[in-house]
């Protein structure tokens, strides 16, 4: 099973899927050349973009991504303020420190290219529509290495013809595994939990199979101070997107918008009975600005979809009576499980489903758990997620210029106020509700099958082919 903290990574804008994926593949690919003893032999490394990786690539830095990668860059500890210092000098010597430790021509022309014309990379055995090859070669020009390898969207990645895109780990069996999301709540029933509590043992089993001399309250401890991390970044990113203003990259010349409408809401809040949702928009247009300009992040389950969560987080700790940490630890946990159902069941790849794989997602799992954090029931849990989902179906991923901000920034806001309303509206209801969560998960991956590649993050149709970039 997924962990909450794959779902939650800490990374860099503007795309999981087509920056912080590619970086890691890249990462990995040099980091392996290394410990296979063929670093000293290459003498050239050549990179192939595929799909919506070579079609939306430059809006999305997919180029710049690979670039740090293979210098041995990580999303998850790369400086933000450092991207384009180390790009630019690559770009400008046409040499590139290869793990940080062999220095190599490498000049983009040749060596990085955009397949735009094919979807899969050629003989692959995986079918995503985010996929890079990677060779290396030596001064003989003979093959070194090659791999294969597929963004699965969430900053996910996976070699091709694995099964699985998790690192290494210890086996472990969680205590209450679940496949569904009836599997997660009939669990619960059986033995009296809340679906925090099944996911906080199953957290702290996982953990068990990499530090087994910790006790039961210090693996806990640790899965808590985890989530406080990935809060508390959340937050800063929630602050420094209010406070920056100016144009965002890209050449949309998209202006910030969240410093502004701040600005104007604290005029204001005290007299309009909207403000708290209009602080919703503003805290999720926040973040993904911060994402657009290639900012500190946190995957949720993926940077196009990075405002949602957090923005329904924050009204609940800003807004919610008598809310509190056990209430955000609530949040988080039962919002991972929800996110894992999709990600193990559906797809969580803007490129492979659309964007209700991502926004559509978030919205669900930010829906239910405001649910938890507000103590509400399992089933009001269960029923708020479908909501969330269900009215978002059919969502298309098509942005403009292939950049992370039309309408990628608006479109978070406007899923944080659906997870509120959904969350009121599952709270309300004290009789079962027609349409399930597993239901609508299934329903969610076949609409994102049956529909048409170029509204799946190609930048071929909807408003990214009708909007006149300028």
Not at 98 to 126: G, S, V
Not at 146 to 166: N, P
Not at 418 to 443: F, G
Request: charged share 20%; proline share 4%; aromatic share 6%.
């Amino acid at each position: 099973m997924t962990s909450l903290f794959d779902l939650y990574k800490i990374g860099v804008g503007p795309s999981s899927s087509h920056t912080m994926g590619p970086m890691r593949a890249a990462a990995r690919f040099a980091g392996e050349l290394e410990q296979k003893g063929k670093l000293n032999q290459v003498h050239r490394v050549q990179v192939e973009l595929f799909g919506s990786l070579a079609l939306t690539g430059l809006g999305h830095g997919t180029d710049r991504a690979v670039l740090l990668g293979l210098s041995g860059n990580e999303p998850a500890s790369i400086d933000p303020t450092s991207i384009e210092s180390t790009v630019s000098k690559i770009c400008s010597t046409k040499q590139i420190s290869l793990a940080a430790k062999r220095t190599i021509t490498f000049d983009e022309a040749t060596d990085l290219l955009f397949r735009r014309e094919t979807m899969f990379p050629p003989h692959a055995r995986t079918q995503h529509p985010n996929g890079l090859k990677l060779k290396a070669f030596d001064a003989s020009g003979e093959t070194l290495d090659e791999r294969t390898f597929f963004s699965i969207g969430g900053g996910f990645i996976v070699e091709d013809g694995a099964e699985t895109s998790k690192a290494d780990r210890p086996a472990f069996q969680p205590p209450y595994p679940f496949k569904s999301a009836a599997e997660l709540l009939e669990s619960a029933r059986t033995h009296g939990l809340k679906i925090h509590e099944v996911m906080m043992a199953n957290e702290c089993a996982r953990l068990r199979a990499d530090l087994p001399a910790l006790t039961d309250a210090e693996l806990e401890g640790r899965i808590r101070s985890g989530i406080d991390t990935i809060w508390q970044t959340m937050k800063g990113c929630i602050e420094r997107g209010i406070e920056a203003e100016g144009i965002l990259p890209g050449g949309l010349k998209v202006l910030r918008r969240a410093h502004r409408f701040a600005a104007r809401l604290r005029e204001t809040e005290k007299t309009d009975p909207l403000a708290p949702l209009d602080w919703v928009k503003v805290y999720a247009m926040a973040v993904n600005e911060e994402n657009a300009a290639g900012g500190r992040v946190v995957t949720a389950p993926t940077n196009g979809a990075a405002g949602v969560v957090p923005a329904v987080a924050q009204y609940y700790e800003r807004y919610v009576p008598g809310a509190d940490r056990e209430g955000i630890i609530r949040f988080f946990l039962t919002s991972a499980a929800i996110g894992i159902l999709y990600k193990e069941n559906a797809s969580i790849s803007g490129a492979e489903v659309g964007c209700q794989g991502e926004v559509g997602v978030a919205c669900s799992m930010a829906a239910g758990g405001l649910i938890a954090a507000m103590n509400g029931t399992n089933g009001q849990v269960e029923h708020a997620a479908e909501i969330g989902m269900e009215h978002n179906l059919g969502m298309t991923c098509d942005p403009i210029g292939g950049l992370v901000q039309i309408p990628c920034i608006e479109r978070n806001a406007m899923g944080a106020v659906k997870a509120i309303h959904a969350s009121r509206i599952a709270m309300s209801e004290s009789e079962e509700h027609k349409v399930s969560l597993d239901q609508v998960i299934r329903t969610m991956y076949l609409t994102g099958l049956d529909m048409q590649s170029r509204y799946k993050e190609t930048s071929l149709a909807g408003l990214a082919l009708n909007v006149i970039e300028c």
